[in-house]
């Protein structure tokens, strides 16, 4: 092996080193309470060596969660490409992304009460909406095929709306784990579809501007204690 490829595999030994005690810590106090010293310790490394990889906290998190979004990601793109309208793959698609993310430690420290500033800050990321586009973007290129995505939508948008839907679903099925989940995808369909849809295929566009208004009410949705 090349000394610079030597150098590589090294940076990349650390940085894997580094994200794996973040998974140990976060497990051990949650995200808020993680520190760069905890990761630090966990990692047998001084403090210093960390910030050589990571700028802050919150950039090491997102690295985080891109290594477990990316890894959920063929297997959600194998379960959608199974439902051939793009009402139900965006449907079954943002649920089945939510109940993976759900049973995911990491993405449900994400969405907990006591975590929930971090979620936020990190789904008005730019890297985020990039994590959702790598998902959706086949998805919805063949749609837009098809003709049945709706003309002149922002991609970019697009992303930072169905990232923050995602997130609101994973919080609701954690605080309601009793609700039966046909009501989520009912909501999902009335109030989140009708945004992407042709038309000519969506039977009610007023709902269009009422879905952002609704979905976005359903972060505020109280835990159930």
Not at 69 to 76: I, K, P
Request: proline residues 4%; glycine residues 6%; positive net charge.
């Amino acid at each position: 092996m090349s000394p610079r490829n030597s150098a590589r595999a090294a940076t990349g030994d650390v940085r894997s080193t580094i994200l794996r005690a973040a998974e140990r810590c976060i497990q051990r106090h949650g995200i808020r309470k993680t520190t760069m010293d905890d990761i630090a310790r966990d990692a047998h490394i001084s403090r210093p060596s960390v910030y050589r990889y990571f700028a802050d906290r919150e950039e090491l998190l997102l690295a985080l969660l891109s290594e477990h979004s990316r890894a959920l990601t063929e297997r959600a793109r194998r379960f959608i490409a199974q439902y051939p309208s793009v009402e139900d793959g965006l449907v079954e698609g943002l649920f089945y992304l939510a109940d993976h993310g759900h049973r995911d430690n990491l993405a449900r420290s994400l969405v907990s009460m006591d975590d929930s500033e971090f979620g936020q800050r990190v789904a008005s990321t730019d890297a985020f909406a990039t994590l959702t586009g790598e998902f959706w973007d086949p998805f919805l290129d063949a749609a837009e095929a098809r003709g049945e995505l709706r003309p002149g939508l922002d991609r970019h948008d697009v992303h930072v709306w169905l990232g923050q839907v995602g997130l609101v679903l994973m919080g609701l099925l954690e605080r309601e784990p009793e609700t039966d989940p046909a009501k989520f995808r009912d909501l999902v369909r009335s109030f989140v579809v009708p945004a992407f849809v042709t038309a000519s295929r969506d039977s009610k566009p007023a709902k269009t501007a009422r879905a952002v208004a609704k979905a976005t009410r359903l972060r505020s949705v109280p835990a159930r204690r």
